[in-house]
């Protein structure tokens, strides 16, 4: 009869339990190299909605997301469920109240960059996540929008800010100083001008995601030129505002796009390697290659 040693039988656990983290790693890779760009994986009601229309979103390393309203003095931070966090009154250095329309996180100086939501010529502000205080930065020059800024990115890979005002045509590129590097004009597949644009946020390498006011439409074009890469139908509608975030979901990666008029956030699935957490650049190519191409 065969005698089975207590050290035998431990080692039989331990093989056994390394082929189930083997099982469960391979899975997990599985599931992540399956995901497709589009899917919709969170869906929130803001906590707190003062206005008939808010655009702003941003997250920031820490899992944190924050809002804004269309003409209401505040910035709101709440988590990934929708619970409110803080809320902080939107004030200039003098003690003035300031309204802003499109925010994004830079997560070099630890700060939100913003935007305002109603003025010509249009304002930049650098804002404090804990304290709400708005230092102004620059002005920026008109760009066929409307005076609503929806579309700010922070690009961390040269700090500098990519902005455009609602449904206009063009993006324009400034250093965070506010010199004005000139403008994209970005494209759909066959070249012509997308127009409608409102939502932006720096991905990877030369990528600029952008959204479309009401088209349910997110974009990929190249930042050095406008020109297309991709698209993907989007679950948002209204994309108004996008921000990345490689963290909430990870090993997922999503754009949280907050529409504009039904007071929801939506976390929408991307190539996991397409963009990072405060507008820096992942230093590893994708391992999903290119992202299928949809058209509306």
């Known amino acids: 009869m065969l005698k089975v040693t207590k050290f035998a039988v431990h080692r039989a656990r331990i093989a056994v339990l390394a082929l189930l983290l083997v099982s469960v790693a391979l899975a997990s890779t599985v599931r992540e190299s399956h995901a497709q760009p589009g899917t919709q994986v969170a869906k929130i009601t803001v906590p707190v909605a003062p206005s008939f229309l808010g655009v702003g979103i941003a997250v920031d390393c820490n899992r944190n997301l924050y809002y804004t309203y269309y003409l209401v003095p505040t910035l709101y931070k709440i988590d990934k469920f929708g619970t409110l966090l803080a809320s902080y009154p939107l004030t200039e250095p003098s003690g003035a109240s300031v309204t802003i329309g499109e925010i994004s996180w830079d997560d070099v100086l630890g700060v939100l960059w913003g935007a305002t939501d109603s003025e010509t010529p249009r304002r930049v502000f650098k804002i404090n996540p804990n304290t709400g205080v708005a230092t102004y930065q620059f002005t920026m020059p008109l760009d066929g929008g409307i005076d609503l800024v929806d579309g700010l990115a922070y690009d961390a890979s040269d700090n500098s800010l990519w902005i455009s005002s609602d449904v206009s045509t063009d993006v324009l590129h400034f250093t965070a100083g506010g010199t004005y ?46 020109n297309f890469i991709a698209s993907f139908f989007s679950p948002g509608g209204r994309d108004e505002g996008l921000e990345c975030d490689r963290n909430n979901f990870s090993p997922k990666t999503v754009l949280w796009s907050k529409d504009a008029y039904d007071n929801t956030i939506t976390a929408i699935e991307i190539d996991p390697l397409t963009c990072s957490c405060g507008g820096i650049t992942p230093t590893r190519p994708s391992s999903w290659g290119s992202i299928k191409v949809t058209y509306r």
Request: hydrophobic share 35%; no cysteine.
């Open 181 to 226: 590097l000139g403008l994209i004009t970005p494209k759909d597949a066959g070249g012509s001008p997308l127009g409608s644009i409102s939502g932006l946020s720096v991905g990877l390498g030369n990528i600029l995601y952008v959204g479309r006011n009401g088209f349910g439409q997110i974009i990929q074009v190249n930042k050095t030129n406008g």
